[in-house]
């Protein structure tokens, strides 16, 4: 068995013996299970606290298109919030307890110890994404009888990507500052800084700050930019970020 392969198991094991295993998924699935009801009563909820007001004008009925750009609202705030914070310490906290020294004591590349981290984890966060997408087009049909397959899978396949890269960069964080809180909070900021990014067109355009609202627009079935770049450039910065791990993990004293 390949070192890659014992650090992939052991990576694994940690998933499913932690918190890990129980906090992502269920953020994700709570959101999937509750997200389409919402979006079909809001409408009525909203019309009804109006209803007195003098001028209030009736909502239109909602349809899936609304239940989805909820689901995909949720990916791309407080899903991915929860993945940073979810992976602030995930190396520091192996340097700061030892594991990583005792590991590395052995015939295993620190980039390898880096690669295996983040193939483990973008694994875990797919298939959760991909259970909790499933999810809400399942709770989709059953609300709204109608779950057009394509502009859910689309846009939550975009915001995967993102949240890949998300997990990239919260790990060369993770390797640069000991404290998670630190290394979490910093996240928060390149995401916040992402944000503020999209308001300039050609990062609007071709970056990865494009990306939350193409995804908004192909789960509405709106008009929006190609998907393409923002995909590869949301790809070559998270292998940027991962690279940049590692060089400085090489370098580390443990």
């Known amino acids: 068995m390949s070192t890659f392969s014992v650090l992939a198991a052991k990576e694994g094991q940690e998933i499913r ?5 129980w906090v992502l998924p269920a953020i994700v699935m709570f959101f999937a299970v509750v997200g389409p009801p ?13 209803a007195a007001a003098p001028g209030s004008l009736g909502l239109p009925d909602a349809t899936f298109s ?10 791309s705030q407080i899903v991915l919030f929860t993945i940073i914070i979810m992976y602030g310490g995930v190396v520091s906290s ?3 307890e030892g594991t990583a020294a005792f590991i590395l004591t052995k015939p295993v590349s620190r980039a390898t110890f880096i690669a295996a981290k ?8 797919t298939v959760v994404f991909a259970l909790g997408t499933f999810t809400t087009w399942a709770v989709t049909l059953l609300t709204f009888g109608s779950a057009p397959s394509g502009q859910l899978w689309g846009a939550a396949f975009l915001l995967l990507l993102y949240g890949i890269l998300a997990l990239s960069y919260t790990m060369l964080f993770s390797v640069l500052i000991p404290a998670p809180a630190g290394a979490a909070g910093t996240g ?10 999209a308001a300039w067109d050609p990062l609007a355009t071709f970056g990865p ?7 908004a627009a192909i789960a509405a079935g709106q008009e929006h930019v190609s998907p393409a770049w923002p995909a590869v450039s949301s790809l070559v910065a998270a292998a940027a970020a991962l690279g940049a791990a590692t060089m400085i993990f090489n370098r580390k004293e443990l």
């Open 17 to 21: 013996r932690t918190w890990r295993i």
């Open 38 to 50: 919402l979006a079909k009563i809001t409408p009525e909820l909203l019309g009804s606290l109006t």
């Open 94 to 96: 192996e340097i700061r």
């Open 118 to 125: 983040a193939s483990v984890h973008a694994v875990f966060i």
């Open 66 to 75: 609304d239940a989805y750009g909820q689901w995909i609202k949720n990916l």
């Open 188 to 197: 928060l900021g390149i995401y916040a800084l992402l944000a503020v990014g």
């Open 209 to 215: 700050a494009a990306v939350p609202g193409i995804a």
